[in-house]
């Protein structure tokens, strides 16, 4: 089952998201993909079963190569807000999908990033790696670079990041507690699950990996059932806008792991890391700070999965299909896929 749905995740993905665009043509009263209120919780169980899956020996690598593993996370840190903030604003893009678009790029590494890196033969230990750092970083790092970019747009989009959420207060200290909720607590929490039930590793990587995978899938079903309405005036320049970043994304992440003098199969894995952003995160995120009912904010991230994930998918099956050629120290390692 594992192999089924990480090898076509991305036909499950379409499959669901059409289903939930769709739904009400079918007759059936009972509409199961607009019940955003469970996104946080699948987040949460997702994030649980990325830190059981996570092996001490991990942790034991970060150690030993924290200055590439700490180059990576700014590099994805650094490329993706800028990119995304940058495109944007040349694009026009104003209000809810400006900060939309920005979203996209201040959220973490998408866990898919380290299945397909292990598709295109790169280091997938870096990759997780990678990833885990920037998730536990992220109620700190989000809130940051919001923050950041509010100083850079018009008054409309700022008008929509300070009105978020009035009653939980600032949506910069806002975003941080709720990453901390939902990701940081439940990784540390599935982590020390996993030190204190051993035995159960091996059954842990199975059922993590497979509900990480399916809770990504019903996140973004749920956030497109729940838009589809707005989805039909979406504007082909913010698809535009948003494959731009992607491609950039990866072209950074790539020139990040070269100027770092990466082996090969590292700088594979840096490349899938920071051009494919937790789009499920930040779709759930926006859905949680901007509650007006005509939002549109949920609809760029969104989205996002769709291009991260097509454009990685066939990055990864190219790449695996060329020769890779590996260091002495640094080998196609095995790793779980978070």
Known sequence: MTKLIQRYLLVWLSLLSLAAYYWPQTGISFDPWVHTSQLPYLIIVTMFGVGWMLPIDEIKKVASRWPTIIGGTLTQFLVMPMLALGIGIAFGLQGDMLVGVILVGCVPGAMASNVLTIVSKGNASYSVSLTSLATLLSPIAVPTMLAISASFVDA??????????????????????????????????????????????????????????LAILLIIATVVGASREKLATLPLLVFTCLLLINIFGYLGGFTGGTLMKLPHPMKRALTLEVGMQNAGLGATLATELFTSPDSLVSIAPAFYTFFCMFTGTILAWYWSSKHVQESSDESVDEAQPA
Not at 172 to 192: M, N, R
């Open 156 to 213: 409309s989009t700022l008008e929509v990041l300070e009105g978020a959420n009035d009653d939980s207060g600032s949506v910069y200290l806002t975003s941080g507690i709720k990453l901390l909720k939902w990701v940081v607590i439940p990784v540390i929490a599935g982590f020390l699950m996993g030190r204190l039930l051993p035995q159960y590793e091996q059954q842990a990587k199975v059922i993590g990996s497979n509900v990480a995978n």
